[in-house]
């Protein structure tokens, strides 16, 4: 919209919604980082269905047998 109309108050609400973006991915990568370390939850991470599962037993289970899945890279 900022690119659109070019008002300042669309380049300032464009603004903290970056903010906002990059603070919510570096919780990610921080939560993400921790739980793989120490092999448990650390950090919530709102996971739903089939992944809130695989976390919960500490293994993928049945994602484990699904294409382009590995344990390591």
């Not at 300032?12 to 903010?19: D, S």
């Not at 950090?43 to 695989?54: E, I, Q, S, V, Y």
């Amino acid at each position: 919209m900022y690119e659109y109309a070019g008002g300042a108050g669309w380049e300032t609400v464009a603004g903290w919604i970056g903010i906002v973006l990059d603070a919510l991915a570096l919780y990610t990568g921080l939560a993400s980082d921790l739980e793989d370390a120490r092999r448990c939850s650390v950090l919530p991470l709102l996971r739903r269905g089939r992944a809130r599962l695989a976390a919960e037993r500490g293994g993928p289970g049945e994602v484990a047998i699904e294409p382009g899945v590995r344990e390591q890279l």
